[in-house]
């Protein structure tokens, strides 16, 4: 595909007027945060009729946790390194910022948006001639247009705010989050750069990650009083005893961009440390140890998540930090280990085939509930053999990849390009001539 071009999809990491070198390994790292969510909804969605307590189909699905923890990480530290210095400017800068992120986010999100309300069972009804329930339709919409349905909780004809729209949009409950930490990204942005010296920004990472865990923690011991909280509050439809997966502290502790911050910020602490040893050449030994890190990371997500979700396994810390920030100190590890060392794993991740997917990696989030949803749709939910289960779930996920691709090639990225050209073509300051918003 003539869009897919390397120079295009290795810059996961570009300069922005900062001098920054490209990082390519962050784009396969995308790849790697789209594939688990991937994999974990496919395995949900085709093979839950062969799923059994311990079994493979459950903890495959537990990967999606995996997968999203690790955009927020690499989230953080991708805009922290892209966009640091441009904040810092000012005003000026910090608008650049935002029509860099409306520029990368938008098209996509409100093509996708189209493609859900029209596939909406609500839709549906409203064409058979029963448009009661279309009403929710109406009046969640604004939330999700402005991206911020992730930011409050309310009912909707008794459904949660991310839900009352239907047809794959609640899989967009993450851009929203994200809109929230590029607003408060600005405010935050000159605590993060001062940490000047490696020492002082490993320290505060480990404070941050002290701090949040406390935080998740001391949330998940009060989840009772704040349960009974939003019962009477929201109704009992807001009460995770019968509606765990649409309640209020489903939402606080998952969903709402307020816990979530947390792994945006330690990806931003992490950034700060690469950029303050970047410049440095990396000699074997540290090579050696940044790569027995990285693998040791890898290993601990099985340990992680088994702790997490395992039913032979208690309360837990990792249990309360609900599986949020439980796996935000090892993506971070990934992250930074990934885009500094050299090693099989890292090769891996910048390999043409995984570069090429990490640049498609939003098209991929954005699309795959649809295409199992209608996969499911068509073909019923009637139980086959695993064998052709798990044919049906290749195909579909080889589909996904294709269909992202070609959306990420023809239309997202130009899209994007002809969004930033419009702000390029703007005058700027001298002290911001250089600057190019790009992600």
């Given at each position: ?14 300069r ?8 390519p ?20 969605w085709?093979?839950q009729n ?24 690499l ?23 935002f029509?860099?992120r ?9 093509l ?31 939330y999700?247009?402005f991206?911020?349905?992730s ?13 009352a ?13 994200e809109?929230?930490?590029y607003?408060?990204?600005p ?19 480990l ?8 935080v998740?923690s001391?949330?998940?011991d009060r ?6 909280w939003?019962?009477q ?15 209020f ?12 911050m ?86 891996v ?21 649809v ?29 996904v990849?294709?269909i ?23 005058p700027a300051?001298?002290a ?8």
């Amino acid at each position: 595909m003539r869009a897919l071009e390397l120079n295009d999809v290795s810059a996961s990491v570009s300069r922005s007027g900062s001098g920054r070198q490209d990082v390519p390994a962050l784009t396969g790292l995308r790849f790697v945060a789209a594939f688990s969510v991937l994999i974990g909804h496919g395995f949900s969605w085709i093979l839950q009729n062969h799923e059994t307590p311990g079994g493979v189909v459950f903890w495959v699905s537990q990967i999606a946790g995996l997968g999203m923890t690790l955009f927020f990480v690499l989230s953080g530290f991708v805009i922290h390194y892209n966009y640091g210095n441009l904040v810092s400017k000012g005003l000026r800068g910090t608008a650049a910022f935002f029509w860099a992120r409306f520029a990368r986010l938008y098209p996509l999100f409100l093509l996708m948006m189209l493609v859900y309300v029209i596939l909406s069972s609500r839709t549906l009804d409203l064409l058979n001639g029963h448009p009661e329930r279309f009403g929710s339709i109406l009046r969640a919409l604004p939330y999700f247009v402005f991206s911020i349905h992730s930011w409050v909780y309310t009912l909707i004809d008794g459904n949660p705010l991310i839900s009352a729209i239907g047809g794959g949009s609640p899989i967009t409950w993450s851009i929203s989050t994200e809109w929230f930490f590029y607003l408060a990204y600005p405010l935050i942005a000159w605590l993060i750069l001062r940490a000047r010296t490696p020492r002082l920004a490993i320290v505060l990472a480990l404070l941050w990650c002290a701090l949040w865990i406390a935080v998740t923690s001391g949330l998940y011991d009060r989840s009772a009083p704040i349960d009974a909280w939003a019962v009477q509050y929201f109704g009992p439809d807001a009460g995770s005893e019968e509606h765990s997966q649409e309640s209020f502290v489903r939402w606080l502790f998952y969903f709402s961009p307020y816990v979530r911050m947390g792994e945006f910020m330690l990806g931003a602490f992490m950034a700060q440390l690469y950029i303050n040893i970047e410049n440095r050449p990396v000699s074997h030994r540290e090579n050696l140890i940044g790569t027995v890190v990285f693998f040791a990371a890898a290993v601990s997500v099985i340990i992680i998540t088994y702790l997490n979700y395992s039913p032979d396994v208690g309360t837990n810390i990792f249990r309360k930090m609900n599986m949020n920030f439980a796996l935000a100190p090892t993506a971070a590890l990934l992250v930074f280990c990934g885009a500094r060392y050299k090693n099989a794993g890292s090769r891996v991740l910048i390999s043409r085939p995984i570069l090429l997917l990490g640049a498609a990696s939003y098209s991929i989030y954005l699309v795959h509930d649809v295409v199992l949803g209608i996969a499911v749709k068509l073909t019923g939910s009637a139980k086959h053999g695993f064998a052709y289960d798990l044919m049906k779930l290749v195909l579909l996920l080889t589909a996904v990849l294709l269909i992202s691709l070609v959306l990420y090639a023809y239309y997202e990225a130009p899209a994007r390009k002809w969004l930033r050209g419009l702000w390029r073509k703007r005058p700027a300051p001298a002290a911001l001539a250089g600057a190019s918003p790009a992600s």
